[in-house]
């Protein structure tokens, strides 16, 4: 065997067999239509199952890769199984998953103009397409990011430098105002941030308004350097009354931030489309690629109306990357809180660029028709109770009686059962469950079997 320092990166029988053998697994595993939902396990379990892995001498790839196959993945949930239903779902395209292999294997950096510029003017075509799906200007643009707390953080920090900029530091604490039903990661940037976040109750139907913003605005003034409207909240699917809150920027200053981690992809159907209006007046927005625009982990496309907000904010210096920030080239870590980058947002350009804007419309349609058909189900079955009406595709509902245990114990029962990933969450304190519809693969006939299930 070829013991010499470069026995890992030259081309040998043994690195060709590698290759081959992850290529055939990952063709298998993109193209099977029976992986099963898969569950965890409990780390003795694992640690029984496959002991150490890791050695002075290492196993083979013959060995590594069966360990994984057999033994590490079957202990991962199949977050594309059609019927994975819980938390926000994952359906990455073929394409974008296939993609995603020669984003690694083509070595790209997509940090930087001077590295990766032709990965970079791909990326970009996807951020304008999404600019001008959301009714941002033409001069808008961003840098995908690894996720929506990401892209939060980023776009929030971009918020209180361009409000220090413009008025100086406040009195007191910088101020985020959003709602109750915001995402926990606005409280996280916040924490980060060290900032201060009043959180308004939305009032029962849960969409945030600019009449309850207001008051907020009021009482801590010039401090609130930002507002954060959600379109599609994680538990219900709700979209903030967007237009009235970006209405109070006459009355206001404060920069304002749409959450669309989740359901911004909801405009590029017409069904969705009217709930998001307002959004065009957002100062940044975020969407990720990797919840129902279809790309695998992990992609979060942030959007700055004014990118040189963003770019102000981010930029690092430091001596060996003069050569990059003293360009006027467009540099995606400028952009957000990170310097090294992979090229994230191509998997989901591939995709795109090869089925058209239309097939997404088409899919992003299908989620929301299926969960008012669901929705309707549900109201129509004795003993289940919507919680809420369903705006895009998170579907809500309680039972009859049933308690927390209630839950669990079935939706426990469902994952054993290698039938649905359907988890139990609450509402003010109620126990309830929710079905987030996002899988173009997930039928009606298999929510009405989950809902079949409830006994
Ligand atoms: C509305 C919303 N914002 C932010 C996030 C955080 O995104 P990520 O998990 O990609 O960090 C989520 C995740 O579900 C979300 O639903």
């Avoid at 959301?134 to 840098?143: E, I, N, Q, R, S």
Wanted: charged share 20%; glycine share 8%; with cysteine.
């Amino acid at each position: 065997m070829n013991n010499t320092p470069d026995r890992m990166h030259a081309v040998t029988p043994e690195t060709r067999g590698l290759v081959d053998l992850v290529l055939d697994y990952s063709r298998r595993r993109i193209l099977s239509t029976d992986t099963p939902l898969d569950k965890p396990l409990p780390e003795f379990e694992l640690r029984r199952l496959a002991g150490q892995t890791v050695s002075e001498e290492g196993m083979g790839g013959e060995r590594a890769l069966a360990l994984f196959e057999h033994v590490l993945a079957p202990a991962c949930i199949t977050t594309d199984h059609p019927q994975y239903l819980s938390f926000i779902p994952t359906a990455p395209t073929k394409a974008a998953t296939a993609f995603d292999l020669v984003v690694s294997a083509s070595a790209v950096y997509g940090g930087s103009w001077l590295e990766g510029s032709g990965a970079v003017y791909a990326e970009n075509q996807v951020l304008a397409w999404l600019a001008s799906e959301f009714g941002l200007p033409k001069t808008a643009g961003g840098v995908f990011v690894q996720g929506g707390t990401l892209g939060n953080l980023s776009a929030l920090v971009a918020a209180r430098e361009t409000a220090r900029a413009d008025r100086g530091n406040p009195a007191g604490r910088w101020v985020i105002v959003c709602s109750a039903e915001a995402h926990s990661s606005v409280a996280s940037a916040a924490r980060v941030m060290d900032v201060d976040v009043v959180a308004v109750q939305p009032g029962e139907s849960g969409v945030l308004t600019g009449d309850v913003v207001r008051p907020a605005l009021e009482e801590y003034g010039p401090a609130v350097f930002a507002v954060v409207a959600t379109g599609g909240s994680t538990n219900f699917g709700i979209v903030d009354d967007i237009a009235s809150i970006a209405e109070l920027k006459t009355e206001h200053s404060f920069w304002l931030h749409v959450d669309g981690a989740y359901g911004l992809a909801g405009m590029l159907s017409p069904l969705g489309r009217p709930l998001f209006a307002g959004v065009e007046e957002a100062d940044s927005v975020i969407v990720d690629p990797h919840k129902w625009l279809f790309a695998p982990f992990d992609a979060c496309a942030l959007i700055y109306r004014d990118p040189e907000t963003g770019r102000r904010a981010h930029t690092q210096h430091a001596e060996y990357l003069d050569t990059l920030t003293e360009t006027a080239e467009w540099s995606p870590s400028d952009y957000a809180a990170h310097l090294t980058r992979r090229a994230r947002g191509l998997p989901f350009w591939f995709s795109l660029a090869s089925h058209g804007a239309k097939a997404y419309r088409e899919a992003v349609t299908a989620s929301l028709e299926l969960a008012q058909r669901i929705a309707a189900e549900i109201e129509r079955r004795d003993g289940l109770r919507l919680v809420r009406r369903p705006q895009l595709s998170v579907v809500v509902f309680e039972k009859d009686g049933w308690t927390k245990e209630d839950y669990a114990r079935w939706s426990a029962r469902l994952l054993d059962e290698q039938r649905a990933f359907v988890t139990p969450s609450s509402h003010n304190g109620r126990p309830n469950t929710r079905f987030a519809i996002l899988n173009p693969l997930t039928r009606f006939e298999d929510l009405v079997a989950i809902l079949d299930s409830m006994e």
